[in-house]
């Protein structure tokens, strides 16, 4: 039985056309070309990617008008932060960044050995980033009580205002994570279209899409890992 | 859909060299032959391998920097007892994020070597963000300032040794001369001062009609004002007299016209600015109306 993907693409080979998927590839009959389908695919991520910006600078904004309020406490709530935690995942995530561009380097090039592998590679590093923040960062505040808002009941605050400090913490770091998530299972669907042979050097589109997005998320944590960890 | 042509040298152009270690395999320039589409657009552009390894190794040492930096501000101020302003650090500490945002966007998402649109839509974002966080830091950052011009006007207690138009020179916090001025017309036996709402009393024009004058604005307010109550207003006397008990608001002939204040004036002494809690003694009016 024939599968066909949403632009008609046959997903098994058909009757005598044996060549792998990204070869067989046809764009959408709305753009000119392959061309012109990859240059509006990148465009309408980048327009995404402004989104997510958009998403994220509203934590930060928060993060300003909150440490601008109360100083003191986003100084005693850092303190309960381990630095070395948080450079660990910025190196870990960065990796991740290169080993991704990597794997659309790979793809461009026809490797599709070299992708598969690169992608795996970013979805350990991504793991390891949600592990490492699970528990070794998490499971620690939330058995303390370093909870934002009401939540909050750890015995020895180190201002009244503290509870605000974890609040940014909790949500810029769990909006980030979920991102980090979301990530791994694009990359991971990612991986089992490459083990089928759906991207070569004239179609792959869905890895830099994905690729980009990832960026994003790391650029994220570029910017959460000092204003977060490295406030004394 | 994108519109704008590059300018540059066509597929076989030398766009940017290749970098030495390039494998056999690896194209020898960014464009792949005949990767351009119908309006000469690139969009397959190879980033050298040794490119990315160099960015990953520059956002490495810009993270180690600015951890660095973070620990030298707070050895400098242990060790040498040298303080510098917070500012500083989160200068340098996003001065450096900025760096390696840079970095990735132009060399691992290609950006650099993209299309003009996508980076416009990127710069715009960064605009909508500068945008946002400029606007909210400027109201945050100055709601403290007090201007020169009003700050004459503040008082512990409101404004306090400004003649008022008809000539009555009031000293000290307004809220007081009013408990006076409320004490004395009651005294002489007019309706209580607070009932200020024009029901017919002689005084019923507004504070400055207390003393029988006109009601008129003045430079020292914006607009005139009119019947504002404020609770603490209403002489300090046992409650026998029940028709001018705040208590009892829907008791006939008591139509107040009243907005509902907020409950922060006390009905004995002035309270220092700030102190929003009225005490035990002090009931909010009734916002039955």
């Known amino acids: 039985m024939t599968t066909i993907d949403a632009h008609g693409n046959v997903l098994s080979p058909g009757a005598g056309d044996t060549r792998p998927y990204h070869e067989r590839y046809v764009a959408a009959p709305h753009f000119r070309d392959r061309e012109h389908e990859f240059s509006a695919v990148k465009f309408g991520v980048w327009l995404f990617l402004s989104t997510e910006v958009l998403l994220f600078s509203g934590m930060f904004v928060g993060y300003a008008t909150l440490r601008y309020l109360h100083p003191e406490a986003f100084r005693g709530g850092a303190h309960h932060l381990d630095t070395h935690w948080g450079l660990i995942n910025t190196i870990v995530l960065l990796i991740s960044s290169y080993t991704i561009a990597s794997a659309v380097r790979a793809a461009q090039l026809g490797r599709n050995g070299a992708l598969q592998t690169y992608l795996m590679i970013t979805n350990i590093c991504a793991l390891a980033f949600i592990l490492i923040k699970f528990v070794f960062e998490y499971s620690h505040k939330w058995h303390e009580g370093l909870l934002p808002g009401k939540y909050y009941s750890y015995p020895n605050p180190s201002n009244p205002s503290e509870p605000l400090w974890w609040g940014i913490y909790w949500g810029a770091t769990g909006i980030h994570a979920t991102h980090v998530a979301v990530g791994i299972v694009l990359i991971t669907w990612l991986w089992f279209r490459a083990r089928k042979q759906h991207f070569g050097p004239t179609h792959y589109n869905a890895v830099e899409g994905v690729a980009l997005y990832w960026h994003i998320v790391d650029i994220v944590w570029i910017f959460l890992f000092p204003l977060l960890y490295l406030i004394h | ?289």
């Open chain 2, 1 to 289: 859909m994108a519109s704008a042509h590059h300018p540059g040298p066509g597929p076989h152009g030398a766009h940017a060299p290749p970098s030495g270690a390039a494998a056999a395999s690896d194209v020898l320039d960014i464009y792949p032959a005949g990767a351009a589409d119908s309006h000469g657009h690139h969009g397959h552009v190879i980033i050298p391998g040794t490119t990315l390894v160099l960015v990953l190794a520059a956002l490495l040492f810009f993270t180690l920097l600015t951890v660095g930096a973070s620990q030298a501000e707070m050895l400098m101020s242990q060790a040498f007892g040298i303080v510098i302003p917070g500012w500083v650090n989160v200068l340098v500490a996003l001065s450096i994020a900025a760096v390696k945002t840079a970095l990735v966007v132009l060399f691992f998402m290609g950006l650099k070597y993209d299309d003009p649109i996508n980076s416009m839509v990127f710069l715009f974002t960064l605009g909508t963000v500068a945008f946002f966080m400029g606007f909210i830091m400027t109201d945050v950052g100055n709601r403290s300032t007090i201007d020169r011009f009003k700050g004459q006007y503040i008082v512990e207690g409101g404004t306090g040794g400004i003649k008022w138009y008809n000539g009555q020179d009031i000293q000290g916090p307004i809220t007081e001369w009013a408990r006076t001025q409320a004490a004395n017309t009651h005294a002489a036996g007019g309706h209580g001062g607070a009932e200020v709402t024009g029901h017919g009393s002689t005084a019923g024009h507004g504070p400055h009609a207390r003393d029988g004058g006109p009601e008129r604005s003045s430079p020292e307010m914006s607009r005139p004002v009119r019947g504002v109550t404020l609770p603490g207003l209403k002489p300090a006397e046992p409650a026998t007299d029940g028709a001018h008990s705040p208590d009892a608001p829907g008791t006939p002939g008591h139509q107040h016209d009243v907005p509902p204040a907020p409950p922060t004036a006390p009905p004995t002494g002035s309270m220092p600015p700030g102190h929003n809690t009225p005490p035990a003694g002090a009931r909010p009016p009734a916002g039955g109306h």
